[in-house]
C-alpha cells in the first residue's frame, strides 16, 4: 500500500526426529504425513484471509539446495568441525539443552522447561557449528544495533544469555534419517534448525531460478524483519546471525518476537476444555472479526488473552458502533435530501475532520511501521469517534429542517470522506469491512483493490458518484450462554458431573494463580549504588543493574533497616515491570523484594545467579512477563501474588509454598520464618 515493494514468506519446517515420530505414529511417511499438515495450514490462511507470496516447504528440492550450499560454505570457513558429544536431548525442542533450559519437576530431573518432559542422554558423534567464535561479533551486533530485537525487554533476554559465554553446538543427527544428508558424510542429516532457518532465503527463489545463494538473495534479501514467537527467539537472534556472518551472507534488518495466548487468563489445555479452535472462530464470526481481536484487541509482542465477552466488546463498539453506524447515519439522510449520488462539494482546508484525518492517518502509518497494531487501529477508531461527535454537534438534521441543505451536506459528506479515509486505514487489517465501507459509497471492487496509502489524503467524495442502498457493514456480536450439562435425576451421575465440575474449577483457579505469577518480571538485581533520599528519612535511593543496558533507579522504605553501605554490590530481587511512580518526587522503576514488617530482610538470590537471572516458581514454568503492569486490571496482578508471597520455616521465599528459586538455587532471608514478603 505505502508503493515499496513487499514479500511476505511463510512456510513449514518437515524435517527432523518430532515429525518422524509423530508420522510413524499415526502409520504415516513423514512426507505425507506433513503433505496433510500443509493442506490444513494453508487451508486456514485462506479462511483468515490472510495472502502470503511464497509459502516454502523445506522438503522442496530448491530448499534443500540452498542449504547444502550454505552448508559447503561455513565449511569452508573453517566453523564445522566433528566430535562425540554426550548431552540432554529434547524431541520436542529438537535440540541438546544447557543447564540453564532444564529444571527438576516433581522429582524428575534434568526436564525440559518448555514441554516440561525428561531430556533424554544421548551420546552421538555430530558435526558443531563454532558458534563460539562468533562471541565478539554478536556482542558488537547488539551494541551497534540497539533495535535488532524487539521488543526491548526480549532484547535483554537475548543479552543474558550470551553474557556468560556461548557454547558451540550440534547441526547434524546420526540418529534419524529424516533430513537433509550432510555432504560427504551420508550416516549423517543436518540438524533441523540449520536447515530450517535458510528457508526465509530459498523461499525468495522464483520459478526458473537456479537454486543458488545468489540467486536467492537478489530476490529480496536481506530482510526487513522476522516475526516470529517468543519460545524460539534463541534460534533466531543467537544461532542465525552468527550463521549467516560464518558464510558471509546479510543479517535481517530486525527480529519481532511475539508472546503467547492464554483464554480466560488460564492457559489452553484439553484438561480443562478451554482450547480456542481458529478454523471455528472463524467460521461463526468472520475472519475480520478475529484478525482485528488479535491486532488492535492485544498488545502484539506480548502475551496475550482472549476473552469471548471482551472479543464481542470490542467489535461491537469499534465496528458495529463506532464505524458501521456512523456510515448508515450519514448515508440515509444524504440520499434523502441529495438523491442517489453525491452532491457536489468542497471540504475547507482548515475543517476539522480533514486536519484531523491528517494527523492520524501519519500516526496510523508510524504505527504500522513499527508493527503496533493496536495504536494503529485506535487512530482509524479514533477519526470515527471525532466523526460521530462532529455529527451530534452539528446536527445536520437541523440544519435540513431550517434550509440550510448545503451546511448539511458538508457536514455529512466531510464525515463519510473521513470514514472513507479510515477504511484505508483499516485495509491490512480488517480487508472485507474495510471493502464493504467502500462499496457502500459507490466506489467499485476494482477502485478498493487499487488504492494505496496516498488514498488517505482528503479528496472529498466524487460529485454524481451513484450511492447504493445503506446496509449495515458489520453486525453486532452476540454472546451465546455456555451449555450446563444437562440435569439428570441419577444420583450417581448427579456426583459425577459436581466432582468434575469442582476439579475444572480448582484447575481454573491454580493455572490463573500460575497466569497471575507468569506475568511478573522477576529478577536478580545488583545494587550499585545507594544514598539517601532527599526528601524522605525512610526512604533509600538505589541504582540497580538488572541486566539491562543502563541500571534502574528504585526508591524503597529501607532507611530504618539498612544503611546505604550495607547495600551496594548486594545481590536483591527485584519487580521490574511495575509502573513507574514518583516517591516524594524521585521516580522509582521497581520494587526490592523484602520479607517481614516490624523487622525486615531483604529477599537474596543465591550469590552465583547472573544479573538479570529470572526469579521463577521451582518446577514451574518460564515467566511470561507483561511488559509493563500499568492499568488497574494489570496492577491487581501484584496485589493477588503478593498476599501469597511468604517465607516458609526454612526461610526460603515462596508462592503458594512453592519456592523462588533463579538458575543457581533457592532465594531466601537470614533468619524470618513464615513472614509476608512484598
Not at 524487539?150 to 543474558?160: D, S
Not at 527463489?205 to 519460545?231: F, S, Y
Not at 431550517?402 to 472513507?420: P, Y
Request: proline residues 5%; hydrophobic residues 35%; charged residues 30%.
Amino acid at each position: 500500500m505505502t508503493g515499496r515493494p513487499a514479500v511476505f514468506v511463510t512456510g513449514s519446517d518437515e524435517h527432523g526426529e518430532k515429525i518422524a515420530t509423530t508420522a510413524a505414529g499415526k502409520g504415516m511417511e513423514p512426507k505425507q504425513f506433513c503433505d496433510a499438515m500443509v493442506g490444513e495450514f494453508k487451508q486456514l490462511w485462506d479462511k483468515l484471509g490472510i495472502k502470503y507470496d511464497s509459502f516454502i516447504r523445506t522438503t522442496d528440492e530448491k530448499h534443500e539446495a540452498i542449504v547444502r550450499e550454505f552448508f559447503q560454505r561455513v565449511w569452508d570457513n573453517g566453523d564445522i568441525y566433528k566430535k562425540d558429544y554426550t548431552g540432554r536431548y529434547c524431541v520436542g525442542c529438537e535440540a541438546y539443552l544447557g543447564e540453564d533450559e532444564m529444571e527438576t519437576i516433581d522429582d524428575v530431573e534434568h526436564c525440559c522447561k518448555i514441554h516440561r518432559k525428561p531430556a533424554e542422554l544421548r551420546r552421538e558423534e555430530n558435526y558443531f557449528f563454532r558458534l563460539s567464535k562468533y562471541q565478539e561479533k554478536l556482542e558488537e551486533l547488539f551494541r551497534d544495533r540497539p533495535d535488532f530485537v524487539q521488543p526491548e525487554y526480549r532484547f535483554n533476554e537475548v543479552k543474558n544469555w550470551i553474557k556468560e559465554g556461548i557454547p558451540d553446538f550440534s547441526i547434524s543427527r546420526s540418529s534419524i534419517t529424516w533430513g537433509i544428508p550432510v555432504p560427504n558424510d551420508k550416516d549423517q542429516v543436518i540438524y533441523v534448525w540449520f536447515d530450517a532457518l535458510l528457508g526465509y532465503i530459498s523461499a525468495l527463489l522464483q520459478q526458473g531460478d537456479e537454486p543458488t545463494l545468489a540467486n536467492a538473495m537478489k530476490r529480496g534479501w536481506p530482510c526487513d524483519v522476522h516475526i516470529i514467537g517468543k519460545d524460539i527467539l534463541r534460534f533466531h537472534a543467537v544461532y542465525w546471525p552468527a550463521m549467516l556472518m560464518s558464510a558471509g551472507v546479510p543479517l535481517p534488518r530486525y527480529i519481532h518476537s511475539h508472546g503467547f495466548l492464554t483464554k480466560d487468563g488460564l492457559k489452553m489445555g484439553k484438561s480443562l476444555g478451554n482450547v480456542l479452535e481458529p478454523t471455528e472462530l472463524v467460521e461463526k464470526h468472520g475472519s475480520d472479526a478475529v484478525r482485528y481481536y488479535f491486532s488492535k484487541g492485544l498488545d502484539f509482542g506480548s502475551d496475550g488473552d482472549f476473552n469471548e465477552e471482551r472479543f464481542a466488546s470490542l467489535l461491537n463498539n469499534d465496528l458495529a458502533n463506532d464505524l458501521g453506524n456512523l456510515l448508515n447515519r450519514c448515508l440515509s439522510p444524504l440520499r434523502k435530501h441529495a438523491g442517489d449520488s453525491f452532491p457536489e462539494l468542497k471540504t475547507p482546508q482548515d475543517h476539522i475532520l480533514r486536519s484531523n484525518a491528517m494527523t492520524l492517518t501519519e500516526r496510523c502509518s508510524s504505527s504500522y511501521e513499527s508493527l503496533d497494531f493496536r495504536s494503529a487501529g485506535e487512530a482509524a477508531l479514533e477519526l470515527a469517534r471525532i466523526g460521530n461527535k462532529y455529527m451530534d454537534d452539528s446536527a445536520p438534521w437541523t440544519l435540513f429542517k431550517e434550509g440550510k441543505k448545503e451546511e448539511g451536506f458538508l457536514v455529512l459528506m466531510s464525515i463519510l470522506e473521513s470514514v472513507r479515509i479510515a477504511a484505508v486505514m483499516l485495509k491490512p487489517m480488517i480487508p472485507d469491512l474495510s471493502l464493504k465501507i467502500y462499496l457502500q459509497l459507490g466506489f467499485s471492487q476494482e477502485a478498493w483493490k487499487a488504492i494505496s496509502w496516498k488514498d488517505t489524503e482528503w479528496q472529498d467524495l466524487p460529485a454524481g458518484q451513484k450511492l447504493p442502498d445503506p446496509r449495515p457493514v458489520f453486525s453486532k456480536i452476540e454472546i451465546e450462554e455456555s451449555a450446563q450439562a444437562a440435569p439428570t435425576d441419577n444420583k450417581e451421575e448427579k456426583k459425577k458431573q459436581q466432582q468434575k465440575q469442582q476439579q475444572q474449577q480448582q484447575q481454573q483457579q491454580q493455572q490463573q494463580d500460575l497466569a497471575d505469577f507468569l506475568r511478573l518480571d522477576l529478577r536478580v538485581g545488583k545494587i550499585l549504588t545507594a544514598e539517601k533520599h532527599p526528601d524522605a528519612d525512610s526512604l533509600l535511593v538505589e541504582q540497580i543493574d538488572v541486566g539491562e543496558e543502563t541500571p534502574r533507579q528504585i526508591v524503597s522504605g529501607l532507611a530504618k533497616f539498612y544503611s546505604p553501605e550495607q547495600l551496594v554490590g548486594r545481590k536483591v530481587v527485584v519487580l521490574c515491570n511495575l509502573k513507574p511512580a514518583k516517591m516524594r518526587g524521585v521516580e522509582s522503576q521497581g520494587m526490592v523484594l523484602a520479607a517481614g514488617t516490624d523487622n525486615v530482610e531483604l529477599l537474596s538470590p543465591p550469590e552465583e545467579s547472573a544479573v538479570g537471572d529470572r526469579v521463577k516458581e521451582e518446577g514451574g514454568e518460564d515467566p511470561m512477563p507483561d511488559p509493563l503492569l500499568k492499568s488497574k486490571s494489570q496492577a491487581k496482578v501484584w496485589d493477588r501474588v503478593v498476599e501469597e508471597l511468604k517465607t516458609d520455616s526454612e526461610c526460603r521465599a515462596t508462592y503458594k509454598d512453592k519456592r523462588l528459586v533463579t538458575s543457581q538455587g533457592a532465594c531466601s532471608v537470614p533468619s524470618l520464618k513464615d513472614a509476608p514478603i512484598k
